[in-house]
């Protein structure tokens, strides 16, 4: 009895790890980093978006610096701003599913995980005109043992990211760049926010504000940029 006991709580226990620890293992592999071909490059990546004052200026930003990013669009913004997601497509930059709803999966049924992400597709699809995502980020990163196996039936690799700058809690421009300049290391994925996953008007202009000086400081200490691998080994690098 008691070894059940202990074995029923070390399964609880990675359940919650795998649950909890974004990048976790124990639900499926999640792309946290680059890999080793990547040399000095780093990925940077924003979630949540389109949103209709943020977004732009971001474009925009990444257009002068000449850097091509990752966009985990929210297939429910897609649909509202479908002019904003074209945009991010015309501009090269690679685009990736990050859902409809935005709802926390880990304690989802798989019927609602898979139509969850199957909409989030469709949507951004339909935006951008892009046949296909190859790309997946849970939101929060919250799994459940069937996450990482449905966004793989749909081609999508999970992906997670190496540095959050908790640049959604709006510490002010300067400081988000503070901190992704004094985490980002080779390899790295940064994650940021272009929109708020809760709020469709939210305010991510701070991110927007940051953005050109984090680039610049990344390029001054001799990291290049890349879009995510679709598998390993494989890269793209920015014009
Ligand atoms: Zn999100």
Redesign the pocket.
Known sequence: MIGLAAAGLAAAGLAAHGTWHRNSWVFGYALNQLPESAGNAVSITF??GPNPHATPLILDALAREGVHATF?V?GRHADRWPHLVRRMADEGHQLAN?GYW?RKLHRRMPSYVRDDLTRGTDAICRASGLASLRHF?A??GFRSPWVTPIAASLGQRTVGWSLGVWDSARPGAGEIVKRALAGMRARSILLM?DGD?YDEDGDRLQTAEALPAILRGLRERGHDFVTLPDHPGHLTASA
Do not use: T
């Open positions: 979630d949540d985990f929210l990050h935005h980020r939101p929060h926010h996953g």
